[in-house]
């Protein structure tokens, strides 16, 4: 029996069922997946000529959304964060696994979550090959597989002095949907909101930077702090211009009300990528993208503003920091 609430009576759904409802059923499309939910492991084999990249994020509540959260939009998002890190290395998906850990066995909950989760799975054939769930606070975890030709992944260290700086997409919607659902009485918020609560992967345009680019990151923690793993790994450093910057009508306006121009640059979730392209091989990029910098020797990372430049810090958000 199911309550007024939607949650399941106790003795009603355990976690076998659980996982037989609502995430057994997805149909696999992968030829490299021999197994999938149901066994004590999944069974994949990796084509010849690829590598396999994996990838592993969390989210909980009170730390990366907030109680009461759109299980829907949660599903959907615990999914992107993942396919975003496969596609800043230019790998395409393959298979993923769950972990989920519920303080209940919520049935309208677990409809709405999987069916996020499930419905970006499918557009981009992402196999559901298995995972765990438990009993406790509300934590969300996906691991996820992508396969890129054997050498070609792109990756941190790779940019080179000169290298022009680009991104997809644009820059600072998400950290304002943040700023929305904080209280900014935005006239315009839907954008912002989308952005915030169901980011948009760029797995085909990291698939289509695979032999254009050198350097590649996704922007999950901030423009500046992401840019700054490249440059701390590639042992170089950059420079920015504010004023080629993507920024949306929305985020334009709230730079005019607030002052608070650093927001973009700083604010996460925007899950685009950032990366460097050599000058000889910038005519050949063949996605949408915007160029706001250049890789350069002096270590550190500078912004040029209204004709004045000034360092920008690099660190990113970190855990237990």
């Not at 615990?78 to 989920?100: C, F, K, Q, W």
């Not at 948009?200 to 254009?212: E, R």
């Not at 306006?253 to 927001?263: C, E, L, Q």
Request: proline letters at 5%; hydrophobic letters at 40%; aromatic letters at 6%.
């Amino acid at each position: 029996m199911v309550d007024e609430d939607g949650v399941l009576s106790p003795g009603q759904m355990g976690e076998f069922s659980l996982i037989s409802r609502f995430f057994k059923n997805q149909a696999l499309t992968k030829p490299s997946t021999h197994l999938g939910i149901g066994d004590d492991c999944a069974l994949l084999s990796v084509p010849e000529g690829f590598d396999l990249a994996v990838t592993t994020d969390t989210m909980v509540e009170n730390v990366h959304f907030f109680a009461g959260a759109d299980a829907k939009q949660l599903g959907h998002k615990l999914l992107a964060v993942n396919l975003s890190d496969l596609a800043s290395m230019g790998a395409r998906p393959l298979s993923v696994t769950l972990a989920l850990t519920l303080p209940k066995a919520d049935e309208n909950w677990l409809a709405a979550f999987s069916q996020g989760l499930l419905g970006l799975a499918g557009r981009h054939s992402v196999d559901l090959v298995g995972g765990d769930t438990t009993c406790g606070p509300l934590t969300l975890t996906v691991q996820a597989l992508g396969l890129v030709p054997h050498g070609k992944a792109l990756k941190r260290s790779a940019a080179k002095v000169g290298d022009f700086i680009y991104m997809t997409g644009v820059l600072g919607d998400a950290g304002l949907g943040l700023k929305i659902k904080q209280g900014y009485p935005c006239a315009s918020p839907d954008q912002a909101l989308q952005r915030f609560n169901q980011p948009d992967p760029q797995v085909d345009a990291g698939v289509a930077l695979l032999d254009v680019a050198n350097a590649c990151i996704d922007l999950s923690d901030g423009l500046a702090g992401d840019l700054g793993h490249i440059l701390e790994q590639s042992q170089v450093g950059a420079s920015l211009v504010y004023e080629s910057l993507p920024l949306s009508n929305a985020v334009r306006t709230y730079i005019n009300d607030t002052g608070d121009w650093a927001m973009p640059l700083t604010a996460g979730d925007d899950y685009e990528l950032c990366f460097t392209v050599s000058p000889e091989k910038a005519d050949q990029l063949s996605i949408n993208c915007t160029k706001i910098g250049v890789i350069e020797a002096a270590p550190g990372l500078r912004l040029y503003k209204s004709g004045i430049i000034q360092p920008l810090i690099t660190k990113s958000y970190e855990h237990f920091s």
